[in-house]
């Protein structure tokens, strides 16, 4: 039988939940998409693409750099597209990190960094969050003394919701300008807080985003980086020449062109959902643990059971499995009406969990 390398072998896949199941018909607050349907204006690109027989072309990037640019206020030089954010991850590993060589991030972080790390025998150095969710700043700086070859900062963090300040961003660029930090915005239109302007002053500096979270464009696969040039350059090396397919740039195109419809849907959720299922959350004494962006974790007394419960009322959410928050399952916020939707099953949930302890 053949054998892959040693290290990879010894490896856990990655598992997303509910695999091998149709999602589709369950309201799926699990992986922090966009709940709402596209925009018509969006399928009507991604249709006329269509009709016009253009994909048999291999995709071009040009125009599409342009419009990102003027999107982002980057020059085109400083933005690399990639196969969603993941691509942008892994391609940025690739490049940084040897056998041996450390990443540096405070954990429990999104876990494909430790996956891609360990595929190139990197070991990960994490600094654990405390349980009251903050980012551990004090220890993280300790940690930057050890030298590790690449520094990330999930901004804000999933699963943990944990947002980092930018001054505290700046002052880790600032503490080691020859090593490289990669700052993961991929939630950053649900908090409006970015470091891309960072990046006239520190070269150490590289932005990942996505256009799968608040674009609603998961299942299309488009993600970017912002870094300068010189190492954009060096990064184009790495990824194939059409890794992105032409009918995300078509999505993309539009939402950027037309954001009214995206921005309104970040605004309903940050401004509508969120206060009000926190608000549910707090009067009906639901144990839960806030984030910056649009998703939360939630620590029922029993949470199998929860989850369990939620998916038979036909709404999606994940189980936790990292150390701090085993006991606790993310959710994302959906649309008022799909968070009220929610609340009124979770409080059914309850009432049944509370009343089982009482009666114990
Ligand atoms: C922090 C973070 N980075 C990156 C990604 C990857 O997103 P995508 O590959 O869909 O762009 C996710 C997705 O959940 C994420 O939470």
Redesign the pocket.
């Known amino acids: 039988m053949i054998t892959v390398q040693p290290h990879i072998a010894a490896m856990p896949k990655y598992q997303p939940p509910w695999q091998g199941m149709d999602r589709a018909p369950y309201l799926r607050l699990d ?2 998409e966009n709940t709402a349907p596209p925009p018509e204006h969006v399928v009507q690109a991604l249709k006329e693409y269509i009709e016009a027989r253009r994909f048999p072309l291999y995709p071009e990037y040009s125009p599409f750099m342009d419009s990102l640019a003027r999107f982002t206020g980057q020059n085109p030089s400083r933005l690399m597209l990639a196969n ?6 892994e391609l940025t590993l690739r490049a940084f990190l040897s056998p041996g060589d450390t990443l540096l991030v405070a954990q429990p972080e ?1 876990p ?1 960094f430790s996956q891609v790390a360990g595929v190139h025998g990197a070991r990960v150095l994490g600094v654990p969050i405390g349980p009251d969710m903050a980012f551990p700043k004090e220890a993280f700086v300790k940690a930057l003394d050890t030298r590790p070859r690449l520094v990330v900062l ?1 901004n804000p ?2 699963p943990t919701g944990t947002p980092v300040d930018l001054g505290f961003i700046e002052t880790v660029l600032g503490r080691v300008p020859d090593i490289p930090v990669l700052v ?1 915005e ?2 950053h239109e649900y908090t409006g807080v970015s470091a891309l302007p960072l990046l006239d002053r520190y070269d150490n500096l590289i932005v ?1 985003r ?4 608040a674009f609603a464009m ?1 299942g299309l ?3 970017y980086l912002a870094a300068r040039p010189e190492v954009v350059a060096e990064l184009h090396k790495i990824r194939g020449p059409f890794d992105i397919n032409s009918m995300a740039l078509v999505a993309a195109r539009a939402q950027m062109e037309k954001p009214d419809a995206w921005r309104a849907y970040v605004r309903e959720v940050m401004k509508e959902s969120r206060p009000f299922l926190y608000g549910f959350f707090d009067r009906t004494g639901v144990d839960y643990l806030p984030g910056a962006a649009h998703f939360l974790l939630v620590r029922p007394k029993d949470r199998d059971t929860a989850v369990a419960f939620l998916k038979d009322h036909g709404i999606l959410v994940r189980p936790m499995h990292a150390p701090l928050i085993r006991d606790t399952f993310r959710m994302c916020l959906g649309t008022l009406s799909q968070t009220r939707h929610f609340a009124g099953v979770y409080e059914t949930y309850h009432r049944r969990e509370h009343e089982a302890g009482a009666s114990r």
Do not use: E, M, P
């Open positions: 992986l922090n969603g954010s993941d691509q942008a991850i999104f494909i999930i963090n999933n993961d991929a939630y990942i996505t256009f799968s979270k998961a696969r488009l993600g």
